[in-house]
């Protein structure tokens, strides 16, 4: 259980200096990236939450 909530404060955190980032900086090919990044992170931490869930 703390794992997963350590797992979202970073993925929250990643995001809060992102959209800094984004915020400071708005070019198009920026942004791409930054989008990019976001999905792969919450992609690998829904995986890792089910595989912790199926036991394994």
Same mark, same amino acid.
Do not use: C, E, S, Y
């Given at each position: 259980?703390? =794992?997963?909530?350590?797992?979202? !404060?970073?993925?929250?955190?990643?995001?809060?200096? $992102? @959209? &800094? $980032? &984004? *915020? /400071? +900086?708005?070019? *198009?090919?920026? #942004?791409? +990236? +930054?989008?990019?990044?976001?999905?792969? #992170?919450? *992609? =690998?931490?829904? !995986?890792? $939450?089910?595989?912790?869930? /199926?036991? @394994?």
């Amino acid at each position: 259980m703390t =794992d997963r909530l350590m797992a979202l !404060a970073a993925f929250f955190t990643l995001f809060g200096f $992102l @959209g &800094i $980032l &984004i *915020w /400071n +900086v708005p070019h *198009w090919d920026l #942004v791409l +990236v +930054v989008l990019i990044t976001l999905l792969l #992170v919450a *992609w =690998d931490f829904i !995986a890792t $939450l089910g595989k912790q869930q /199926n036991g @394994g």
